[in-house]
């Protein structure tokens, strides 16, 4: 019993010894830890004019490009223009073997003659039934007879001349004559091709007349107007552009297709030749006082499409309802009035409300 009490004395002891060595506790709360900051960037919304372009891929054409092709079949002998020359109206291009015209000619030229000869027997030997039949020395069948002669020989006279007209055009076209000026765009023949009537032989464009012909998708073509300007750009002229505008609008309505073709004349196309594939882009709409931000400001989240508005150091999360794209830049239908300052690098890891440190001053 005397060892117990003795026990239980120095375990109290102990504890009061420890409870004496604790430092006792503050009162007061622990300091909070400091919210933390996202570093970003900011921009100020625009407000301006919107032009609304429409662009597509399409292909330069000739407004005026004639294929020379044979009138008349023979072997060339002559060929005086090539792929890429410059040609002038009525320059000679190239000229087919005559040599069989030209015998064919001499043979119709002797058939006149002949019957030059027949018409003038004719003509006296009609006379001279007149004279005898008026004296009653011959009959009236003989002079009816002469004069049906006589008629028949003028009638072959003029079929000769015809025949001979026929010849002589024929030898006139186996010169192949450019009707234009222009560039030849192909050769098709060489010297010691035989060519057959209506056998295609040059094809001239005519660089100055050129057409830009732009297919637009079904969605999107009735905002496509004749009217309406046009840009054309080449990828061999690069930084270059001509200018036009929508002259003629084609269905373009096939299988698997419902475009519409817009046609813009150019009138000085430059450097622009035909058949090369162009971009051209039309301009369909201008929204007056548009707001715009850039793409970098528009973030995805739940609610939908958001910009963070920067007031006081905070970001506040306005849903906004986007319109048109272009060149890092987005319209914005809804949400700004265009007077905010937005943040733009960093957008994507703010919250609303969230707390913001700045890697530039405010625009």
Not at 5 to 25: D, G, Q, R
Not at 134 to 161: H, I, M, P, V
Not at 196 to 223: D, H, M, N, S
Request: a negative charge; charged letters at 20%; glycine letters at 6%.
């Amino acid at each position: 019993m005397k060892k117990t009490a003795i026990s239980l004395a120095a375990t109290a002891l102990l504890a009061l010894l420890l409870s004496a060595c604790e430092k006792p506790e503050s009162s007061e709360p622990k300091p909070a830890e400091s919210e933390k900051s996202v570093l970003i960037s900011t921009r100020q919304a625009e407000v301006t004019d919107l032009p609304i372009w429409l662009q597509t891929v399409g292909q330069l054409h000739s407004l005026s490009a004639p294929t020379l092709a044979a009138e008349v079949e023979g072997r060339i002998t002559m060929v005086n223009a090539d792929t890429g020359d410059q040609i002038e109206r009525g320059q000679l291009l190239a000229e087919t073997d005559t040599s069989a015209l030209l015998l064919q000619e001499q043979a119709a030229q002797a058939g006149l003659e002949r019957l030059e000869v027949h018409i003038a027997n004719g003509e006296r030997r009609v006379n001279r039934f007149a004279q005898l039949s008026a004296k009653n020395l011959s009959s009236q069948t003989q002079l009816d007879d002469a004069r049906e002669q006589l008629e028949a020989f003028r009638a072959d006279y003029k079929a000769a001349g015809v025949q001979l007209a026929i010849v002589q055009d024929s030898l006139q076209k186996s010169r192949i004559i450019a009707p234009v000026s222009g560039v030849v765009q192909s050769r098709l023949i060489s010297t010691g091709d035989f060519v057959r009537r209506g056998q295609a032989l040059f094809k001239i464009t005519r660089p100055g007349q050129l057409q830009a012909w732009l297919p637009f998708p079904e969605a999107v073509a009735l905002k496509v107007q004749i009217g309406q300007p046009a840009k054309i750009y080449s990828p061999l002229t690069p930084g270059e552009f001509v200018s036009g505008e929508v002259t003629e609008l084609q269905p373009s309505v096939g299988p698997g297709s419902r475009a519409v073709m817009a046609i813009v004349n150019l009138e000085e196309p430059g450097r622009l030749r035909p058949e090369a594939t162009l971009t051209g882009k039309v301009l369909v709409e201008t929204r007056q006082q548009a707001v715009i931000v850039p793409n970098i400001s528009v973030v995805r989240r739940p609610a939908g499409e958001v910009v963070y508005v920067i007031y006081n150091d905070k970001a506040e999360a306005r849903v906004v309802e986007t319109g048109y794209r272009k060149a890092g830049r987005v319209e914005i239908v809804s949400g700004l009035d265009g007077n905010e300052t937005i943040a733009a690098d960093g957008a994507a890891f703010l919250t609303d409300g969230a707390s913001v440190k700045f890697a530039e001053p405010l625009n």
